[in-house]
């Protein structure tokens, strides 16, 4: 059995052994939850260190908690949404998978978001971030394909598309309340 980093290198390197291992290993879901907070923290300071440099902790805090509680909904979310398309509605023959499985190769799917940290570099930090979003839904489509046991990628990027299209309306709606919340708590805080 690899290690949790010989693990995130395979799942970045777009191993299919690498997602085979981790679909298998049904004590990996705690991995995998790691691995999506990770590439969520990352993200949050790659998107939030200018906010640091102004002096505003409090804000860059609140930004990676608020970060953190999204992407996990959202990974949760979409594993869900992929799992009912993926086994309900778009099977193919050899379809035979459960949550966990599903929970464990997306969560890893996520191991090139701790390359989104580069988002702070000033002019090529947004291009970058791009980069890696694009790998991460590379990453996802083969963890989707692999934890479904398809033949074909197509089916398993149309189911993505799918549980990316659901999974981002409930992530925009609870972005929202959590914005909201926190500017709230920030609009008391600094009123106090």
């Excluded at 299919?16 to 790691?34: I, K, P, R, S």
């Excluded at 990676?64 to 990974?75: C, D, K, N, Q, S």
């Excluded at 979310?77 to 379809?95: H, M, N, S």
């Excluded at 799917?109 to 590379?138: D, E, T």
């Amino acid at each position: 059995m690899a290690s949790l980093t010989e693990r995130m290198v395979g799942a970045a390197k777009l191993d299919v052994h690498t997602y085979e291992e981790v679909e298998a290993d049904t004590t990996a879901t705690g991995q995998a939850l790691g691995v999506v907070v990770l590439s969520s923290v990352a993200a949050g300071i790659g998107g939030s260190l200018g906010a640091l440099g102004e002096g505003n902790l409090g804000f860059v805090v609140g930004y990676l908690i608020g970060y953190t509680v999204v992407a996990l909904i959202g990974w949760v979310i979409w594993a869900f949404v992929t799992y009912i398309v993926g086994t309900k509605l778009l099977p193919e023959p050899a379809t035979k998978s459960d949550m966990g499985e599903l929970l464990r190769t997306t969560g890893f799917s996520q191991a090139p978001g701790l390359l989104r940290v580069v988002g702070a570099v000033p002019f090529l930090g947004p291009i970058l971030s791009f980069l890696v979003n694009i790998w991460m839904l590379v990453a996802f489509v083969i963890a989707v394909r692999q934890a479904l046991d398809y033949q074909s990628t197509w089916r398993a990027i149309g189911v993505c598309v799918i549980g990316w299209v659901i999974q981002v309306v409930f992530v925009f709606v609870l972005a929202g309340i959590l914005m909201a919340v926190i500017g709230i708590g920030a609009a008391a805080g600094a009123g106090g």
